[in-house]
């Protein structure tokens, strides 16, 4: 059998989450010969930059990129030039993570928090805190709306705010600095879509076969990586410099939201384009047709 090559991107979250990747799984899949044993020589690696990685997957010097649904989304209503071979995972919901001393929801009375403008769109922030501690938002709690969610993790970290709505691995270097996270508040902002699995079209139509093996031997790679602890926490720890505790956190809230299965969620693919681009023509049936390859879209 002869041997095919295929070299996969990952990003970095950029700024606080340092050395945090998006998808650590592929070198620990190298390291115990899952790819090898389907016939592939995967190279897994870090490239920062989404122009850079479209460079890459555009001149064939990559064929896979792994990122974040509302990049891979905006690009693809831009160019139309890309398609998706399925999603690692399909949610992450944030973390509520608060200042030091604030040790439940309703310590933020009167007090700001800040999440990124996107994910909170259509989401009930405001019925939430009602519900659970009668805050009304706008007059017991101010919401700030930066636009990303590092500036997010800025104003919380420098004290100028009070919480912040944060991904998980912003939540966990906050938490590692002594921030709180707030165990009361529900899984009710998200950002859709977090690992999306993504080629061009045109190395889709030539290398169809060769992008269905990899997904073969990913969904292998990603259950193995879940049911190796030992080997998951070293690989962080050693490769990524995480702490200990940072990898724990990593390995038991992160990597357990990452789904074998690889496919899509139809609804989960509504809510991203509801915040990406709501008034895009033709819906997210029409949208979901055109990007994600055949067979890889479920409900």
Known sequence: MSIVQLSVMYGHLEGAGGDFARDPTGHLSIEAGIFEKH??????NHVQGTEERYRRLENGSAQISLVVGRAS????????????????????????IAAPEIKRLGDLN????????????????????????????????TLQLP??????????????????FLPRPFGFIAEERGFNRITEWPDVVDDPLPITIETTEKLWRER???????????????GYFKTHR????????????????????TFND????????LTVDFKQ??????????????GARQIAAEWVVPGALRG
Not at 147 to 164: E, M, P, S, T, Y
Not at 230 to 249: N, V
Not at 254 to 261: A, G, K, L
């Open 110 to 141: 009167g007090k700001i928090v800040t999440c990124r403008e996107g994910p909170s769109r259509n989401t009930p922030i405001a019925e939430t805190l009602t519900s659970l501690v009668g805050i009304e938002l706008g007059k017991d709690l």
């Open 39 to 44: 016939g592939l020589d995967v190279s897994w």
């Open 208 to 222: 169809a076969d060769d992008l269905k093996t990899f997904l073969e031997a990913h969904r292998e790679g990603i």
């Open 230 to 249: 030992d080997d998951a926490i070293r690989l962080l720890t050693k490769r990524f410099g995480h702490s200990e505790s940072l990898a724990a956190k």
């Open 147 to 164: 636009q990303g969610d590092q500036d997010a993790f800025n104003l919380l970290i420098d004290g100028k705010v009070d919480g912040a």
């Open 269 to 282: 693919f509504e809510r991203l384009l509801s915040q990406v681009a709501p008034e895009t023509p033709g």
């Open 73 to 96: 989304l905006q690009h693809f209503l831009t160019s139309r030039t890309t398609r998706i071979l399925g999603c690692a995972m399909n949610s992450c919901p944030y973390y509520l």
């Open 254 to 261: 992160y990597i357990v939201r990452m789904d074998e299965r």
